[in-house]
């Protein structure tokens, strides 16, 4: 029997495909996703929209946060540690978290190296903006790729420019010639092996969600037709007037995303999406997408 | 030709698919009631069972397919789906079909952490052993008189079961290229009996 091995960390993540992955800060909220058709839960001390208005310096949660929203759940609960910190990697791994988010909304702890996630028998998810990006966390062990968009923002025009860029990328290797692979490797930044996988299939060998903005169940199917295989929905639910009801459309909306009747009638009197922000207006500084590379 | 449906409300279901189009059958996902009409069998895949047993509810599959159940049509489910079928589950709060008598345990083997790859002997597709992927699976903890328990790990738990129809698996034949347990469902689908 051979545990944590690169076959189960991926599989698991293809078990969340077309789902929702929701960030909860209690065990009521972890209820509330749970039942609303989450297929897991991030369990976090603030969601990204807090985290962004409180400033300072943001690290990985209390590990009795996370605790009691495992035994509030059954399903899968994944939590974020900064970028390049393993140690608090080691925690989340001890305490059974199902999924370790190696993630830029918490500041990051190495602005040179991210995490050498095959060591973990846990799987990792990580952000990227490009295809590069993705190959370089992969190459390093994680089993799942997020794009990273702009977090706590209820903007959804980073995740929409992050998932392009990858599909973009995906389909111009599609395309290429075999001799012009290793110049494109070069290029992304990328492991060349991983450039040679997809010229073959033609997609990215792990699972990719969108994540960073999505504030409505057409942004959630938006960046299901651009490319994403589910989503994460950060502050999107719990920062909205009516939490259940957005988090029971966007789940709605994941499934049949290519059918604009099952979104007109979920978006139907969900109340106010939670406040959205003009991404010039955040300072450079403060924006979370360029941590990592 | 056999027309197979695929449940595709979350999860590993285009995989399925694949693999059944490998076998040459045609294979189509199901996301709404009237897409489980026509059908020769179905398949229900992994994923969270929580999950998966609240969206069938939500839309209004659950008591569609429990007839379909009940009335002896082809299904095979893995993984979340053999606990769906399960006639009781222990740990669950959510709705499940009910179709097969056996007694199911939710998350048997612990976390992710302790989620694993083996091989197993299963008697009914014969030699090589299956390479069995258990994601955060389930294990059967009862059979009833009609259940022929097709697989067991090496400590004798039950992971793979049929009863009529149907056939249960705690691991996951669609994250693997063998299509052998497809294939055997295929076998059932076209009998008689």
Known sequence: MDKGTWTVKTGLAQMLKGGVIMDVVTPEHAKIAEEAGACAVMA????????????????????????????TVSIPVMAKCRIGHFVEAQVLEAIGVDFIDESEVLTPADE??????????????????????????????????????????????????HMRAVMDELRKIGSMTTDELVAEAKELGAPLELVLDIHKTGRLPVVNFAAGGVATPADAALMLQLGAEGVFVGSGIFKSSDPEAIARAIVKTTTHYRDPEVIAEVSKGLGAAMPGLDIKTIPTDELLAPRGW | ?????????????????????????????????????????????????????????????????????LDGFPIMSTCAGMVLLAKNVSGINSETLGAMDIGVKRNAFGRQVDSFETDLDIPA?????????????????????????????PNGVGVAARQGKMVVL???????????????FMSIVRSER
């Open chain 2, 125 to 153: 597709i014969g030699e090589p052993h299956f390479h069995a992927v258990f994601i955060r699976a389930p294990h059967i903890e009862r059979s009833g008189d009609g259940v022929e328990v097709l697989a067991r790990l």
């Open chain 2, 1 to 69: 030709m056999k027309k197979i449906g695929v449940l595709a409300l979350q999860g590993a279901f285009v995989e399925h698919i694949a693999l059944l189009h490998h076998l040459k059958v045609e294979a189509v996902p199901v996301r709404l009631p009237q897409e489980l009409r026509g059908l020769d069998g179905l398949i229900i895949p992994g994923r969270e069972s929580t999950t998966i047993g609240n969206l069938m509810k939500e839309y209004d599959l659950i008591a569609l397919m429990r007839e379909l159940a």
């Open chain 1, 44 to 71: 976090l001390e603030r969601v990204p929209a807090d985290i962004r208005a409180a400033g300072g310096v943001a690290r990985m949660a209390d590990p009795n946060v996370i605790l009691a929203i495992m035994e």
């Open chain 1, 112 to 161: 040179t190296h991210h995490i050498w996630k095959h060591d973990f028998k846990a799987p990792f998810v990580c952000g990227c903006r490009d295809l590069g990006e993705a190959l370089r966390r992969i190459g390093e062990g994680a089993a799942m790729i997020r794009t990273k968009g702009e977090a706590g923002t209820g903007n959804i025009v980073e995740a929409v420019r």
């Open chain 2, 170 to 184: 705690a691991f996951h034949p669609e994250l693997t290229s063998d299509l052998r347990l497809h294939a055997y």
